[in-house]
């Protein structure tokens, strides 16, 4: 599922960027990655400028952008009682409380939230600082890229999951950020949740892990799987993918299989050497054929 910030179709390759505060990810059609490390998001040209030498992109590739969670901001709320044709213009005002940022200073874009039986429809609405949009473009520019569109990770992130009518649960983290929970059915987000007080997963040496550590996360997860059936009123989730960046990411999944009824796998990537690199996730996924749909 994607976001409309931007979106335009060509005949031309499709690669991908994901931008975070402290790394730049580039991905081509190939499914091939690179990276560089970047200090402030002042760096981005540059980074983006080395990495698509190193690729040997230019003129002839569109890109899809994927902003870091630092980049965006995102609230669910209520669904304004307004006619469809009028929607994209009321929706932004929805959050004029919950930002610093003048409204009109915020690109904004919305996707329709599950919500329980009886209850008001929801929207999850993102947005976005106008001059970071506006950056994309002008790296874009000087790179002689095309800007196919420009979507969040966690949106993107989904888009290795199977779309069908069971809900799946992918538990994934970016490299030094928080873990998140998200429960797809039928390729659209569900549910998510942070879970920041396990943040450490990724980081965590194997003589680190103990039961107390991984009873505390099951819990957490049990839960959310209950408020998934029990209040959602969805089909229970029957899969758990796990991409986290960490080599022990196969103990890890023994560790919650023991505690979980749902199947417990690793997420499969066949275009990363190791589970060290699931942070690559979001460029990667961005290359595929629904991340902007």
Same mark, same amino acid.
């Given at each position: 599922m994607g976001l409309a910030f931007w979106r335009r179709n060509t005949a031309k390759t499709r690669c991908s960027a994901?931008?975070?505060?402290? /790394? $730049?990810?580039? %991905?081509?059609? #190939?499914?091939? @990655?690179? *990276?560089?490390?970047?200090?402030?998001?002042?760096?981005?040209?540059?980074?983006?400028?080395?990495?698509?030498?190193e690729a040997q992109l230019g003129a002839d590739h569109q890109i899809v952008f994927v902003l870091g969670n630092a980049h965006y901001q995102q609230f669910q709320v209520e669904k304004p009682k307004v006619a469809?044709?009028?929607?994209?213009?009321?929706?932004?005002?929805?959050?004029?409380?919950?930002?610093?940022?003048?409204?009109?200073?915020?690109?904004?874009?919305?996707?329709?939230?599950?919500?329980?039986?009886?209850?008001?429809?929801?929207?999850?609405?993102?947005?976005?600082?106008?001059?970071?949009?506006?950056? /994309? $473009?002008?790296? %874009?520019?000087? #790179?002689?890229? @095309?800007? *196919?569109?420009?979507?969040?990770?966690?949106?993107?992130?989904?888009?290795?999951?199977?779309?069908?009518?069971?809900?799946?649960?992918?538990?994934?983290?970016?490299?030094?950020?928080?873990?998140?929970?998200?429960?797809?059915?039928?390729?659209?987000?569900?549910?998510?949740?942070?879970?920041?007080?396990?943040?450490?997963?990724?980081?965590?040496?194997?003589?680190e892990f103990t039961q107390s550590f991984f009873d505390s996360l099951s819990l957490e997860l049990q839960r959310s799987i209950d408020y998934i059936s029990a209040t959602l009123k969805l089909p229970e989730v029957s899969v758990i993918q796990l991409a986290i960046p960490s080599r022990f990411c196969d103990e890890i999944a023994r560790q919650l299989q023991q505690n979980l009824t749902p199947k417990v796998n690793l997420l499969e990537l066949s275009s990363i050497e190791s589970s060290e690199y699931y942070y690559h996730l979001p460029a990667l996924a961005a290359l595929q054929e629904g991340v902007l749909s």
């Open positions: 994901y931008l975070r505060s402290d /790394l $730049v990810v580039l %991905a081509d059609h #190939q499914q091939q @990655t690179f *990276e560089k490390s970047v200090s402030s998001i002042e760096q981005w040209p540059e980074a983006l400028a080395s990495l698509c030498k469809d044709e009028e929607l994209a213009g009321a929706v932004p005002w929805t959050i004029k409380d919950m930002v610093a940022e003048q409204v009109l200073d915020l690109a904004v874009d919305y996707y329709e939230a599950p919500a329980a039986p009886m209850a008001s429809e929801k929207l999850n609405v993102v947005c976005v600082r106008k001059p970071i949009i506006q950056q /994309l $473009v002008n790296m %874009a520019n000087q #790179q002689d890229l @095309t800007i *196919e569109g420009i979507t969040i990770e966690s949106l993107a992130a989904i888009n290795f999951l199977e779309a069908n009518e069971r809900c799946q649960m992918l538990l994934w983290q970016p490299k030094g950020g928080d873990l998140e929970l998200i429960v797809v059915r039928q390729g659209q987000v569900s549910f998510t949740r942070q879970l920041r007080a396990f943040s450490a997963l990724g980081q965590m040496q194997e003589i």
